[in-house]
């Protein structure tokens, strides 16, 4: 069995027998091969030369072309056009071609990515023009993916926005290069494809696709982004992430309350993205809202949160920070807490690590501190190691501090004996005494415990340090604190020092415990508490300072650490906000403050209301006033002189007021005599309550103005009329009338022409009397009837005046009769009133069957006004109504027109004659040389108006008539020939125009 | 009125005949070149009115161009580069060699011919 195996094997290794001739056979077809591989290579390398170079050159010859359509334009010469027409043509014979498609295609996609503007415009016209787009129109249809992706390319990239229906069932094709390609021409092609690609897709939107389609829309020109607010709802959690993007993008900051539930959605990235949006548009209100996610969020979104609480927090929230920066062990998030908390209050948390505190050393040398024993060989051994040299910097930091706070104890000790204030004080003497960053650095209660503790093995005695240093009373305070057993349990707590520990700052650790209003400590903050207690016991030293000049400052009784730490315990730190600082107001009791209403003294004086007008309500009021006010402060009264006086009317002056309004001695008397304040009116209204006839007295008026007027009587009993008269011209018109009489006066010869003014008085005898009665009668109630009797008696009468009189009358009713004439002859004329049919009254009450009858008299009684009325009835509900009328509507027709042909006939015979004296007279003035003949002249005639001019149906016709024929023979009506004379530029009639023509034609 | 004669000098040949084309019509004896070499040769022997020139061109690109005129040639005849958006760079670069304004890519034709008219104007 072996030996059969190693036989085998040996069959195996050595070389099998070689047929040599076959070698040759081998060799022959390698050699093939390799020929064979290489023509095929090279006759696929010159193929795609050969297109390639094809395709350049079609392309450059299709370049110019393309040019050619870019740039024609409307107004380009005749040359231009010509060879735009030709090139159209000769481009639509090679578009026939695929190949040449295929290339002009591919010359408008390159193109179109080198030009912009117009000529861009022009480009995608023409790819449509030239039906390029039925090619990707075809594409859309093939199975193959590239060629959909490609088809939908070329339709977005050429704008042809008729393609989007056609794109956008692409939107949610499964296979993504398509899908994608549809996304992008939705968006592209129209401004609404944004919101129905959201609206529909079903499928991840990838990073590159958001920015893709993100950065399409910020390209497109005049887009008014929609509200994304509306897709946060979407199920689909790509198209929410994408919305909020687009939210942020467009800053559509009215999501707010939607970007505050999505905080709280699973998707990490979508919960970033809102935190984020928040943040940027500056949300306070997600706040709580992201306090509660918080716990439940990766480390990432704590980061997050944290940032935007910094951002976006207040006062409120920095003790929400601490916790997290006490509870949270990841570091990132630990920094970013406290990094929130410096945003928020800045400088509250000071860094730590990695300081240089080497400038300390000397100091630190004055000191009589011992080191810890543990830490001296790393110190002796410092500069060996980066990680020696580290734990130096914390040692020599942390013995910083003890100085600091060995300080700050010791200052304490000198002053708390006077009290909080002064202690306080020494405080900030102790920030002056140090170097201001290293005082400000870490130094929370905390640590100050922990340097205590440090500090207490020193192992000094008070003796000693009281007398080297004045750190020796914080020393003595520090045992004394350690004496205490709850303390130094404290103390041991609070003693294991954390490498994360960050410290904080007094000041706002001090203002989170405030602000949690519960008042809650910390051990050390306790320790602390005591510590400074018992510092206040201490009796006061002799440092005598004022402090005047600080606010009162209280606090509950029951706040002890307030008691205790918080007077004016951050003094040494000046940004310190004032405006925490509780002040004492002085208690008053409401015994205490009098009544302000009852005791108040109204120190008023009238002159500070000048603004206000005086308001007399009665005259007693008014006196009162009078009395009073106005004349026990006159000089007030002046000062309101510019306020209107108002009264009620029965207010009466003061005598001062009258002395200044009335002057005159007159004037002084009781006002009933005087008019002052009167106007005419008045006057006669007291004239008719008079009772007195109005002009007693039967001398005429004129003679009393011929009495001087110095004469006329002011007396207030006289109710003459003439008396009033001058009265009130001597009241009113005084110095004017007064001027006027003088004239009169002065002009005797005037008075008679007054006096022929007023007629004389006629006196008729009895005859007399009643011939004017019986005229004056007539006058009123007779007409031209009365003429004969008025005749006999102008024959009868011997006195003139009533002659006179009788022809007046005579006259005047000859006038009416002539009058009465023109009247009548005017109501007789034919009134152009509107057609009536008397049958149409008929026809409402009677049956069918007379209304038959009635229409076969409309016939024979009929005329033109029954037109209209048979009109109607051809509109009948009864057919045999409709039928009639129009059987007699169209004898109608034909009667009426019969009548207007004899009419016609003679106006045409006279528009005949009148047309060839017009040719007549026309031809003589324009060229007179010419002769005519009548039959030329019929030529000239019947060209012009043709024969039509004559048809006298039309012509004649009235317009009721044309109506009814308008609607029977329309056309006709439409051809009724307008008449017209055209003068043409040279001043021949177009008619010697014509005629000069056809003769010219004829010739 | 002669013509005002102009150098396109742009390697894409179907752009270059865009412009070409619209130059010709504005107006212009219009010469291109394809490359920094023609160019080059065709500056040794005529000076054209203007320069409408793309930056990256094969052999000599546009920065040298103006080089050239400017140092070699000792010529201020006007010269427009053409180049991409966002190559800000290339363009102060451009500036500082002494190129008289310069136009982006996607170029408005129009535009091209109204800078060129304002830049002979100019001289």
């Known amino acids: 069995m072996l030996i059969r195996a190693i036989h085998t094997i040996f069959l195996f290794v050595t070389a099998p027998k070689i047929d040599t001739d076959s070698l040759w056979i081998l060799t022959i077809v390698f050699i093939s091969l390799a020929a064979l591989y290489f023509v095929s290579v090279f006759i696929f390398r010159n193929n795609i030369s050969y297109k390639s170079s094809k395709t350049k050159k079609r392309k450059m010859e299709l370049s110019p072309m393309v040019s050619e359509f870019l740039f024609y334009e409307e107004n380009a010469d005749k040359e231009e ?28 996609l390159d193109l179109r990515k080198d030009v912009s503007g117009d000529t861009k415009q022009r480009l ?20 193959k993916w590239e060629v959909i992706a490609k088809g939908i390319s070329h339709l ?14 692409f939107i949610n094709d499964r296979r993504h290069t398509v899908r994608k390609q549809a996304e992008i021409a939705a968006v592209t092609l129209k401004p609404e494809g944004i919101n129905y690609f959201l609206d529909t897709t079903r499928y991840k939107i990838s990073e590159w696709q958001q920015l893709k389609l993100l950065d399409v829309l910020r390209n497109r020109e005049n887009f008014e982004p929609p509200r994304f607010k509306y897709w946060l709802t979407s199920t689909n959690k790509h198209v929410v992430l994408f919305a909020i993007r687009l939210i942020k993008h467009y800053n559509q900051n009215d999501a707010n309350a939607a970007l505050i539930e999505l905080v709280k959605h699973r998707n990490n990235q979508i919960k970033t993205e809102a935190i984020q949006c928040i943040q940027e548009f500056y949300v306070t209100d997600a706040i709580p809202m992201l306090k509660q ?19 976006l927090g207040s006062d409120t929230d920095i003790a929400f920070l601490e916790k997290v920066a006490d509870s949270e062990g990841n570091f990132a998030v630990k920094s970013k807490a406290f990094g929130a908390i410096n945003m928020i209050s800045p400088d509250t948390i000071m860094p730590t690590e990695g300081l240089d505190n080497k400038g300390i050393q000397p100091l630190l040398s004055n000191l009589p501190i011992e080191k810890p024993k543990e830490l001296e060989p790393q110190e002796t051994n410092e500069q060996n190691t980066e990680q020696v040299e580290d734990q130096e910097e914390v040692l020599s930091q942390e013995a910083i501090e003890a100085i600091k706070n060995r300080m700050s104890a010791k200052k304490m000790e000198d002053v708390s004996s006077e009290d909080h204030q002064t202690s306080s004080l020494t405080t900030e003497n102790e920030s002056s005494i140090g170097t201001s960053n290293e005082i400000k650095s870490p130094s929370n209660l905390e640590k100050e415990k922990e340097i205590k503790d440090n500090e207490m093995p020193i192992g000094q005695t008070e003796s000693e340090t009281t007398e080297e240093n004045p750190i020796v009373v914080v020393e003595q305070q520090l045992e004394i604190a350690q004496e205490k057993p709850e303390e130094k349990e404290e103390t041991d707590v609070s003693r294991e020092p954390s490498k994360e520990e960050v410290p904080i700052n007094d000041e706002h650790k001090e203002q989170s415990v405030i602000e949690s209003e519960k008042y809650s400590f910390t051990t050390a903050s306790l320790g602390s508490i005591e510590l400074t207690e018992d510092y206040s016991d201490q009796p006061s030293s002799s440092i005598d300072l004022d402090f005047n000049f600080l606010p009162i400052v209280i606090q509950e009784s029951n706040d002890l650490y307030h008691q205790n730490n918080s007077i004016m315990n951050d003094s040494h730190q000046p940004e310190k906000d004032i405006r925490q600082i509780e002040v004492a107001y002085e208690v008053i009791k409401v015994e205490d403050i009098p009544n302000p209403i009852e005791n108040v003294d109204f120190d008023l004086d009238i002159s500070d209301f000048q603004f206000l007008p005086i308001v007399i309500d009665s005259e007693e009021e008014s006196q009162a006033i009078d009395n009073s006010e106005v004349e026990n402060s006159p000089e007030e009264i002046e000062d309101l002189n510019f306020l209107p006086l108002v009264t009620d009317g029965s207010f009466e002056p003061t005598k001062e007021e ?18 002052e304040g009167y106007t005419l009116s008045d006057f006669e209204i007291d004239f008719e309550q008079s009772g007195k006839t109005p002009i007693e ?3 005429p008026v004129f003679e009393l103005e011929e009495e001087p007027m110095a004469k006329v009587s002011i007396d207030a009993d006289s109710s003459n009329a003439d008396d009033v008269i001058s009265w009130l011209m001597e009241q009113n018109e005084l110095g004017q009338i007064e001027v006027e009489y003088e004239e009169i006066n002065n002009s005797s010869s005037d008075d008679k022409s007054y006096s022929n003014l007023i007629p004389e008085p006629i006196y008729y005898d009895e005859h007399e009397t009643y011939m004017m009665g019986l005229l004056d009668d007539l006058q009123e109630l007779g007409d031209h009837r009365e003429i004969p009797l008025l005749e006999e008696l102008l024959e009868g009468e ?9 022809s007046q009358l005579i006259a005047s009713f000859s006038q009416h009769i002539t009058e009465n004439k023109k009247t009548k002859k005017e109501e007789s004329a034919p009134l152009n009133l509107p057609n009536f049919s008397v049958f149409a009254d008929l026809f409402k009450s009677i049956d069918t069957e007379a209304k038959l009858i009635l229409l076969d008299e409309v016939v024979a009684v009929g005329d033109e006004k029954e037109i209209e009325f048979l009109d109607n009835l051809l509109e009948d509900p009864d057919p045999q109504i409709r039928k009639k009328a129009q059987t007699v509507l169209k004898t109608l027709v034909a009667k009426v027109s019969n009548k207007s042909d004899t009419k016609s006939f003679k106006k045409k015979v006279d528009d005949e004659v009148l047309t060839k004296e017009l040719f007549d007279h026309q031809m003589a003035k324009e060229n007179p040389s010419v002769t005519y003949t009548t039959e030329e002249y019929q030529e000239v005639i019947s060209e012009i108006d043709g024969n039509e001019y004559f048809d006298e149906e039309l012509f004649t016709i009235d317009f009721e008539v044309s109506e009814v024929l308008d609607k029977t023979y329309p056309k006709k009506i439409l051809e009724l020939p307008v008449e017209a004379v055209e003068i043409t530029p040279n001043g021949a009639s177009l008619m010697f125009q014509i005629y000069q023509f056809t003769k010219a034609f004829h010739r | 009125m002669a013509k005002k004669s102009l150098l396109l000098a742009e390697d894409d040949e179907l752009l270059a005949s865009l412009l070409n084309f619209r130059l010709k019509k504005g107006g212009y004896d219009v010469v291109h070149s394809g490359d920094g070499k023609q160019v080059k040769e065709y500056l040794a022997q005529r000076m054209p009115d203007i320069i409408v020139s793309d930056i990256m061109m094969p052999y000599f690109s546009g920065m040298e161009l103006i080089d050239y005129v400017r140092n070699e040639l000792k010529s201020t005849i006007p010269i427009i580069i053409i180049s991409s958006a966002g190559n800000e760079e290339n363009v102060i670069n451009a500036f500082e060699l002494g190129a008289n304004d310069f136009i982006s890519k996607p170029v408005s034709p129009s535009e091209l011919l109204v800078r060129v008219a304002r830049e002979l104007n100019k001289n």
């Not at chain 1, 977005?156 to 069932?169: D, G, H, L, R």
């Open chain 1, 156 to 169: 977005t990239q050429m704008q042809v926005e008729p393609a989007y229906s056609f794109i956008i069932k």
């Open chain 1, 124 to 143: 995608f016209k023409l790819y449509q023009d030239l039906g390029l787009d039925q090619d990707a129109y075809e594409k859309l249809k093939s199975w």
């Open chain 1, 658 to 675: 009258q002395e200044l309004e009335l002057p005159s001695e007159e004037a002084k008397e009781p006002n009933l005599t005087t008019l």
């Open chain 1, 293 to 311: 996610v918080f716990p439940k969020c990766n480390v990432d979104i704590k980061v997050s949160i944290l940032g935007t609480i910094g951002e």
């Open chain 1, 697 to 699: 007295s039967t001398e």
């Open chain 1, 81 to 108: 056009k010509s060879n735009y027409i030709d090139l159209k043509i000769q481009i639509r014979e090679l578009i026939k071609n695929d190949f040449n498609r295929k290339i002009l295609t591919e010359v408008l």
């Open chain 1, 798 to 806: 011997t006195k003139t005046f009533i002659k006179d009189r009788i």
